[in-house]
């Protein structure tokens, strides 16, 4: 029988190995181009923009889900679907907010870093920053639920 500390150490290392894959191996360039809000100089229409961004997070979660249940088996870790079920879900419901792109740009601004929001490496480091703290939420959700 696992800790919870080991189970919880093991989900995230989990979730972050999944995010690293399909978030950068699994995404189309499509989705990566189109996922963020509709900006009125992108040609993309809010319709593509949310299509993007839903095919990105079924792809994502899915990679996600088949990893955390091989992970679960693998090591046979004491989860409940409940657990996971929320953790999953707080993952897609948080990556798709800050994948939209107007959120990273406005916590950029809102702190003191209008300039580095600009910057395309900017907005990337700070949106991967705010999946990786989701992941760590999503982690305690689903051994604590």
């Known amino acids: 029988m696992h800790s919870t500390a080991e189970t919880f150490a093991a989900l995230v290392v989990t979730l972050l190995t999944a995010h690293q894959w399909a978030d950068h191996c699994a995404q189309t360039d499509h989705q990566a181009a189109h996922k963020g809000r509709p900006e009125a100089d992108s040609g993309t229409t809010n319709a593509e923009s949310w299509w993007a961004l839903c095919g990105h997070l079924v792809s994502y979660h899915?990679?996600?889900?088949?990893?955390?249940?091989?992970?679960?088996?693998?090591?046979?870790?004491?989860?409940?679907?409940?657990?996971?079920?929320?953790?999953?879900?707080?993952?897609?419901?948080?990556?798709?907010?800050?994948?939209?792109?107007?959120?990273?740009?406005?916590?950029?601004?809102?702190?003191?870093?209008?300039?580095?929001?600009?910057?395309?490496?900017?907005?990337?480091?700070?949106?991967?920053?705010?999946?990786?703290?989701?992941?760590?939420?999503?982690?305690?959700?689903?051994?604590?639920?």
């Open 62 to 145: 899915a990679v996600m889900v088949v990893m955390l249940a091989v992970s679960v088996v693998a090591l046979d870790l004491r989860v409940t679907f409940a657990g996971c079920s929320a953790g999953v879900g707080f993952s897609a419901v948080s990556h798709g907010f800050w994948d939209r792109r107007w959120p990273v740009r406005a916590w950029m601004r809102r702190t003191g870093s209008a300039d580095f929001a600009e910057q395309p490496f900017g907005r990337y480091t700070v949106d991967q920053g705010w999946h990786v703290l989701c992941l760590w939420l999503s982690a305690l959700l689903v051994v604590k639920v």
